[in-house]
């Protein structure tokens, strides 16, 4: 029963957590309108992978151990807070470039599902205020979690997240190519990261 319930919860939370605006939903949605179809999956598989992690360590009751150290969350955070400002830089470079648009089809370019998952990975995993929040939900919803229980939520939640994180990547490319929108997020997406960036490390430090 508990097994279930385990992958039950971590199911549900993994959808319902992935929803909130974030870094990867921003950088998936910017990927995603930009050409790079098996890029933006695989940015939404590597948030979903650290998600799993992230949910793991809060059941298991590390997480907390982590989140009460504060030098630990501020090199965290700085640290999350440089890989999103990078993928920023990185991500208008690529915009600005006709040629990375044109190719992002091939699957020999460098934009493909694989180093979109160690992007969304790098992205989320350092992250002290996700660490958190699933400190806080675990603490919540199961305090009395075992570690096997720890580790078929974790499963629950990667499951969960990838599952969103999939769907909203191809909906997003059903946006057709002339629609407005689609020169409002590239800026829009820019200024989102800029702030989940500088929020993060504010947090760490107050």
């Not at 091939?106 to 995993?125: E, N, Y």
Request: hydrophobic letters at 55%; zero cysteines; a positive charge.
């Amino acid at each position: 029963m508990n097994a279930l319930l385990g992958v039950g919860l971590g199911l549900g939370l993994g959808v319902v957590t992935g929803m909130p605006l974030g870094v990867i939903n921003v950088a998936l949605v910017d990927a995603a309108t930009s050409g790079r179809a098996r890029f933006a999956v695989g940015l939404g598989l590597g948030g979903a992978l650290a998600d799993t992690i992230h949910a793991g360590l809060a059941f298991a009751g590390v997480g907390r151990v982590v989140t009460a150290e504060p030098t630990v969350t501020r090199g965290l955070a700085i640290g999350a807070a440089l890989a999103i400002v990078t993928y920023a830089i990185t991500a208008r470079r690529q915009r600005q470039t006709p040629a990375a648009t044109a190719a992002a089809g091939d699957p020999a370019r460098p934009d493909r599902r694989a180093r979109g998952l160690a992007t969304g990975f790098a992205l989320t995993l350092p992250n002290p205020g996700a660490l958190a929040a699933w400190v806080a939900v675990a603490a919540a919803l199961w305090p009395t979690a075992t570690w096997l229980d720890a580790i078929l939520v974790a499963a629950g939640v990667g499951s969960g997240s990838a599952m969103w994180f999939t769907l909203l990547a191809r909906g997003v490319r059903r946006i057709p190519p002339d629609h407005r929108a689609l020169a409002v997020i590239p800026r829009l997406a820019l200024g989102l990261l800029v702030a989940i960036a500088v929020t993060g490390v504010i947090r760490a430090f107050v």
